[in-house]
């Protein structure tokens, strides 16, 4: 059964320092990855995707995500992080299969301090 | 364009009762799904909907069913009340009507209190 794990509840971050927000996933096929941005008291936002070709896949708002087979991660990134990063960001993932379904970590609060 | 709209925004409901949870996609998508968000199990798939016919379900009980009109516009209802339905329902659509490419466009979302 696939699986997605992110590995930190919450990342403290000061502003214009560079992060990493880590995903793992486990599955049998092959997948598509994804991240989502949830800002507070709204719907999620697609940041990013992975569906096939070049593992470095670039996102709205700076961000940037690379797909490891070998590792199963898609660890999402960013230079230099803004106040208004300030979210909670999803790892999802979706197998190839007749019945696909979309699988979401249990989340990652990145709060900024100034 | 309009994004996806959820209504109602919140609601309170106690034990027992039942609840309808309406979404009007954006315009042009086919596709509906429904997730449940709560603190502790996250976000979870609740079904998927394309051209009024339900074409994925996921882990959830009888008691959560929904349906799709032909104007795209989907609901959902949730019967038989319990205090672990507390929840924010995220209703999001996709164009052509697959979760395969994953462009999901989230609703705001409605937050159900179960007393």
């Known amino acids: 059964a696939q699986s997605v794990t992110q590995l930190d509840s919450q990342v403290p971050v000061f502003e214009e320092a560079p992060v990493e927000l880590r995903c793992n996933y486990s599955s049998s096929v092959s997948v598509y990855l994804f991240w989502y941005v949830q800002y507070p008291n709204q719907g999620l936002q697609l940041l990013l995707k992975y569906l096939s070709g070049s593992t470095l896949v670039k996102g709205i708002n700076g961000f940037e995500a690379e797909f490891n087979k070998s590792q199963t991660s898609f660890h999402l990134r960013k230079p230099s992080v803004h106040i208004s990063d300030t979210a909670e960001y999803f790892c999802a993932v979706i197998t190839y299969s007749s019945a696909s379904k979309i699988i979401f970590g249990s989340g990652t609060r990145l709060s900024i301090r100034p | 364009k309009a994004g996806v709209t959820q209504t109602p925004r919140y609601l309170i409901k106690t034990r027992g009762q039942q609840v309808t949870l309406s979404c009007s996609p954006i315009s042009g998508h086919r596709s509906v799904s429904w997730y449940q968000q709560t603190p502790g199990q996250g976000l979870q798939f609740l079904f998927e909907?394309?051209?009024?016919?339900?074409?994925n379900k996921g882990n959830f009980p009888g008691r959560f069913s929904g349906r799709q009109f032909s104007n795209s516009r989907s609901e959902m209802n949730v019967s038989t009340l319990e205090l672990g339905d507390s929840a924010l329902y995220l209703c999001a659509s996709s164009l052509e009507g697959t979760l395969n490419t994953g462009e999901l466009f989230f609703g705001e979302g409605s937050r159900l209190t179960v007393l």
């Open positions: 909907y394309f051209s009024e016919t339900q074409r």
